[in-house]
């Protein structure tokens, strides 16, 4: 065991190899021979001392009780050493000194075991940690492997894998496979390795390198599944206990691997888009979900068709050889990228400021801002203002960043802005090309932020398991948190020159469309789509239909989550116009930016009417000293950070004029700004409506609650919600169009042929 910790894992080694013994019918050798298990066949590596020196009093108490006991000059195998160094004999005299003479006998001692001892099982439970700073020296060579090929093979730019465990299973990997020949690891570890798109080097290194991998999938996440199990219920970390039941928030998994053959080398990554996998390895998958996975997990073991109750995983290419099977339709693999449509995309802005930069009112800011770009305003007086612009971060220096920003700008109104921080969710934001005013400014996307463009917006993978829409549409400016995870903004046309002097119009515009999408577009016969704005719309449009399907969702849904989403294009005119024309009604519904007739604006829609009516408790107007959001919605945790609450909503049920066709028998919820008033009747399928992973309305009233926000909601914001409830009432609506949408172009898609297939490999490269 590597990071044997206390040894937990080892005395129960210990204690197996006892029963065995015992099994086999022990004899007056039995003692002796527990003891040579303890001291010259388990070994344990250990970097801290105390949990080192419980290790070693573990095995002697075990041995004690089992009649073996350690005599003075005997000790188990446990060292006192960093698991991660000392595999190899040393090219030079080992500099370090060490404060003790025991301490270098120590080290030379699990050196010793390092480099000679024949090691064939490797298990344990290795740290993780994402931050525990970069690999260096020999470290580094362990994680090095693991980064090859991720920007140049597979387009993985935006990756973390210095993650402690991940040095660990290299090492297991290394000892194992490629010098061992054969043997067993079992880790327990972070799950992230299983399908998350940065470790796909590391699945390939160790798809090539085992021959059978079994993973025990035990959940657990609270970024991915929210800690609750498919069906709702809780579903607590594996290390929860009474007297921790919150255990970690991390996902784990139990990794067994087996290589049985002689060692091999790397075989080269198959090509992207390929159906083939890497090997022959056979991987087989098992989710436990609930409190009771342990005990689940543990009676398995005595299961008689234990094997039967697994499922087959395919690491191959396309899914970037997760090791989870997927949940896509028999034909996902082979529909384009929508990152293949593209000729540009973008990162979304990031603050990281505080807020110094944002504010949901443009007074507000505009007032803060001009003083910042004031020279004869006070440092003291515009952190008085602002007192964001006064605090540290990651890049900013703040009197320093001023004084750079005084002299190469000056307040500019038109660079006060909407900015799409989540979903439905636009709020006003000073935009500034000031080197580490904002902590990523993207000038790219900046330049495509101009009236009349839109921003189609979706990511390469999902930081939820939830099945929600990847996509979002807006006319604002793009956080770099709009959908979760790191979403790419992409414009639906290009600005690349500055506007002709006599006319003042843009000579350069042209529609954002890679090689792929114009050849389809002109296979069609559509006009040319950088002097049509209609043509140029079309693929985003249809892409929006496809991807608020919630048949698309659910057929394909680990096939999104773990790549960019992949959309089937329809074979026809006809069909890809039918499509568009539901996807600019999508489009309508997501952009806040732009009023929707008969849904916020003229005479609303018969069946939304009566969604989110403002309403006081026991009848009346609402007074303004009635408007401030406090019945819980949210509250500041560290770092400026808003933590969301549980709020008061009231279940009941619609009442006649409330009900509708769309929403079945679902209850509708009465939600609370206070204790006063609150919006009557939204339904509950609308109130939990989730897009790029976050739930819409309860996060928008995360981010307004009194004590987040620092005032009462104005009535504007009060009837937004509204707008919002209803919009997202009105997209729901569709959702049955759009399921017979998708069902139609999954019948007759577009068929790429060799020309076309190349045009779809330059396009994503």
């Known amino acids: 065991d590597p990071c044997c910790g206390t040894g937990a894992y080892l005395v129960e080694v210990l204690r197996v190899v006892a029963e065995k013994y015992k099994a086999q019918g022990a004899d007056a050798l039995a003692a002796h021979q527990l003891k040579q298990a303890a001291t ?114 597979w387009g993985i730019k935006k990756f973390n894998l210095d993650d402690l465990y991940v040095r660990f299973f290299r090492l297991a990997e290394r000892r194992i496979a490629e010098r061992g020949g054969r043997g067993v690891v079992c880790y327990i570890s972070n799950s992230s390795y299983v399908r998350e798109p940065s470790f796909v080097v590391m699945r390939e290194h160790l798809a090539n390198n085992f021959d059978r991998i079994w993973i025990d999938n035990l959940n657990g996440d609270s970024r991915e599944t929210g800690k609750t199990t498919p069906d709702g219920l809780p579903d607590p970390s594996a290390f929860s206990t009474p007297y921790n039941k919150e255990g970690i928030r991390k996902g784990t998994a139990v990794a067994l691997l087996v290589k049985r053959s002689p060692a091999k080398p790397i075989a080269p990554a198959p090509k992207r888009g390929s159906k083939d996998g890497p090997t022959a390895v056979q991987v087989l998958y098992r989710d436990w979900w609930g409190a009771a996975k342990r005990d689940d997990l543990l009676k398995s073991l005595d299961e008689p068709e234990r094997e ?149 917006v979706t990511r390469r993978v999902s930081g939820s398991s939830s099945i929600s829409s990847p996509m979002y549409f807006t006319g604002a400016l793009t956080d770099g948190q709009v959908i979760s995870v790191n979403p790419a903004a992409i ?113 609303i829609r018969a069946e939304l009417k009566t969604i989110a009516i403002v309403s006081r408790v026991g009848g009346g107007a609402l007074k303004p000293e009635e408007f401030a959001l406090t019945a819980g919605w949210g509250s500041g945790g560290q770092g400026g950070i808003t933590m969301p609450g549980k709020g008061k909503l009231d279940a009941r049920v ?49 981010y307004r609650e009194q004590r987040v926000l620092g005032r009462a909601l104005t009535m504007d914001e009060i009837m937004e919600v509204t707008a919002m409830a209803r919009r997202l009432a009105a997209l729901m609506l569709l959702q049955t169009q759009l399921d017979d949408n998708y069902q139609t172009v999954v019948a007759a898609t577009w068929a790429f042929g060799e020309k076309s297939g190349q045009l779809a490999t330059e396009a994503f490269n």
């Open 308 to 456: 039967a109750k697994y499922v087959k995983a395919a690491p191959i290419a396309a899914n970037l050889l997760s090791l989870k099977p997927r949940e896509v339709g028999s034909d996902y693999a082979s529909w384009p990228t929508v990152a293949q449509f593209a000729e540009l995309r973008s990162d979304g802005v990031f603050e990281k400021r505080g807020g110094a930069l944002i504010d949901v009112d443009k007074n507000t800011l505009s007032a803060a801002i001009e003083k910042y770009f004031d020279r004869d305003v006070p440092w003291d007086t515009v952190v008085a203002i602002r007192p964001a612009f006064g605090v540290p971060a990651s890049g900013y220096a703040p009197q320093s960043i001023r004084l750079k920003a005084l002299s190469t700008e000056s307040f500019q109104p038109s660079q006060l802005v909407r900015l799409a921080v989540r979903p439905f969710d636009s709020r006003w934001a000073y935009w500034s090309s000031v080197g580490s005013l904002w902590n990523r400014s993207r000038p790219s996307l900046w330049k495509q932020y101009w009236a009349g463009n839109k921003f189609f």
């Open 40 to 153: 010259t066949r388990l070994f344990g590596f250990e970097l801290l001392p105390a949990p080192y020196v419980v290790a070693h009093l573990q095995i002697g108490l075990l041995l004690r009780q089992l009649g073996a006991p350690l005599q003075d000059d005997e000790r188990a195998g446990i060292y006192l050493t960093n698991a991660l160094t000392g595999w190899e004999p040393a090219k030079a005299p080992k500099n370090a000194v060490l404060p003790f003479p025991e301490f270098e006998q120590e080290r030379d001692a699990a050196d010793q075991v390092k480099q000679t001892q024949k090691i064939i099982v490797i298990l344990g439970n290795p740290p993780y940690d994402a931050y525990g700073g970069v690999a260096l020296g020999e470290e580094q060579d362990l994680v090095t492997p693991y980064k090859e090929g991720l920007i140049k093979k």
């Open 654 to 702: 619609a009442a006649p004029d409330e009900q509708h066709a769309g929403f079945g028998s679902a209850p509708t919820l009465d939600v609370h700004l206070n204790a006063t008033a609150y919006w009557k009747n939204i339904p509950q399928p609308v109130y939990d409506f989730t897009i790029g992973g976050y739930q819409v309305i309860k996060k928008w009233l995360s």
């Open 491 to 603: 414009p639906i046309f290009l600005r690349a020159t500055d506007p002709n002097a006599q006319t003042g119009f843009f000579d350069g515009d042209k529609a954002n469309l890679s090689q792929l999408s114009r050849a389809y577009l002109a296979a069609l016969a559509l006009p040319e789509p950088d002097t049509d704005q209609e043509t140029a719309e079309l693929i985003w449009m249809h892409a929006l239909a496809i991807g608020y399907s919630p048949a698309y969702l659910h057929d394909n849904a680990d096939g999104i989550r773990e790549n960019w989403p992949r959309i089937p294009l329809p074979a026809t005119r006809e069909a890809l116009l039918a499509s568009v024309a539901l996807g600019r009604q999508v489009a309508a519904l997501l952009d806040t930016e732009t009023p929707v007739l008969g849904v916020t604006s003229g005479t």
